[in-house]
């Protein structure tokens, strides 16, 4: 292309010589490049009829303007997430290209200021602008990427902290739920064992109870019970009916007043075949079932027994207090060979046998009595004026006043067995 400099007010005379022009026009409305802009405007004015229009000549892309719009979208691989990642990450991810361009480019923009600046640009600035559009937004990408794998990984590590303190804190509930279960075993075993001691204690309490039940219990030994024994002992130790008649009817009145009673067992040990142990037997037996009567809410009973030749009280006040709870107790007070019993102990059978105030209420003073031991009495036989006369030649020390008492509550009631042993 050669170029001068050959217009008179100073403006630049261009001669395209390389290649035509971009754009076509009439020979009417298109002068040669140099004309003065006021006389092309003149020309404009004055041609109203145009035959030909101006228009475009394809020459390559780059002869065109850039249009004033976005760059291509560049879409970016989605990637993908194994965990689940918050709502600022998503809204994050979900930022087109598009938008990070269009802020660019409108921040990028500076309002025009004068005529030059409102000129178009030409097509290489077009291109370094978008070649810098293109290099921020990869880099911001790049950064959003980095930021998004940062806040990712920081995510990451967030749940392995959460999960590491689930962990620990799951571990430490089943710390205290086997502390727990290790407290209530131990106290479960406690109250286990004070129940076995509580019921343990009940149990020999019972079994106490029991025993002193059986002890105290009525055994219903009525009146029909006892006349049966005392029939049984008639026959088994061949006793005559008169004198068993006499045992049961004393014994029944006794029971039913209240009061005491005494019996007087008439025994010869100097006759012919005469059988101590058997009798011994018989007078326990009868002492037994008398007291089985006469303290039938008992169930286990057993008389009081007196050996005559063994008491070594002082005075008679001494054998009333040492008998008198075991008479209460037992009901019925055996004593053996009364003959032998001495003189100065008499008088206390004097308050067990008062029939009217009687030192143990429904009690039976059961005594022996060995007429070969009354050898001062010619006449031997068992009746009251013999037992009387006997015991007032053994008791000489009684003073007179009170033998007689004695004796009368004494012997009440004679039973002879001189011929049955």
């Not at 020309?43 to 475009?56: G, H, K, V, W």
């Not at 979900?94 to 178009?120: F, I, K, M």
Request: with cysteine; net charge neutral.
């Amino acid at each position: 292309m050669n170029s001068g400099y050959s217009d008179e007010k100073g403006g630049a005379s261009i001669i395209p010589s390389a290649r035509r022009s971009i754009r076509s026009s009439s020979d009417h409305t298109m002068g040669r490049y140099g004309l003065n802009k006021s006389i092309e405007r003149n020309n404009q004015r004055n041609s109203p009829n145009i035959n030909e229009q101006a228009r475009d000549e394809v020459d390559n892309v780059m002869s065109k303007m850039a249009q004033p719009r976005s760059p291509l979208t560049i879409r970016k691989k989605n990637i993908v997430r194994t965990n689940s990642n918050t709502e600022v990450e998503e809204n994050r991810d979900n930022y087109t290209d598009d938008d990070e361009l269009a802020q660019n480019y409108s921040g990028a923009s500076v309002p025009n200021t004068s005529h030059e600046d409102s000129l178009p640009l030409s097509p290489h600035v077009y291109h370094n602008e978008f070649e810098g559009r293109n290099q921020s937004s990869t880099r911001k990408l790049n950064d959003s990427q980095h930021s998004s794998n940062f806040n990712r990984s920081n995510f990451s590590s967030d749940n392995l902290d959460r999960s590491c303190q689930r962990r620990l804190s799951v571990s430490q509930e089943e710390r205290k739920g086997s502390n727990k279960s290790l407290n209530y075993i131990v106290i479960l075993t406690f109250c286990i064992g004070i129940v076995a001691m509580y019921y343990s204690t009940i149990l020999e309490l019972f079994a106490v109870n029991i025993n002193q039940d059986k002890s105290t219990q009525t055994v219903n030994y009525d009146t029909i019970s006892f006349e049966n024994d005392m029939n049984r002992l008639q026959e088994k130790y061949n006793i005559d009916s008169n004198s068993i008649l006499q045992l049961k009817s004393g014994i029944i009145t006794i029971f039913s007043k209240m009061d005491a009673g005494s019996f007087i067992f008439v025994y010869n040990s100097k006759t012919q075949n005469f059988n101590s142990l058997q009798f011994e037997k018989f007078m326990d037996e009868v002492a037994h079932t008398a007291a089985r009567y006469l303290r039938n809410d008992v169930s286990s009973i057993k008389h009081t027994v007196i050996v005559s030749t063994n008491l070594d009280m002082a005075e008679h006040g001494e054998l009333i207090s040492r008998y008198r709870d075991d008479v209460d107790k037992a009901g019925v007070l055996l004593v053996k060979e009364v003959d032998s019993v001495p003189s100065y102990l008499a008088m206390a059978f004097h308050y067990y046998c008062d029939e009217y105030n009687p030192l143990v209420k429904r009690s039976a003073i059961f005594f022996t009595l060995d007429l070969a031991n009354c050898s001062n009495v010619s006449e031997k036989k068992p009746t009251h004026d013999f037992i009387e006369k006997c015991l007032s030649a053994k008791w000489k020390t009684v003073p007179k006043e009170n033998m007689r008492p004695l004796l009368t509550r004494m012997v009440d009631v004679v039973i002879d067995v001189t011929r049955v042993f």
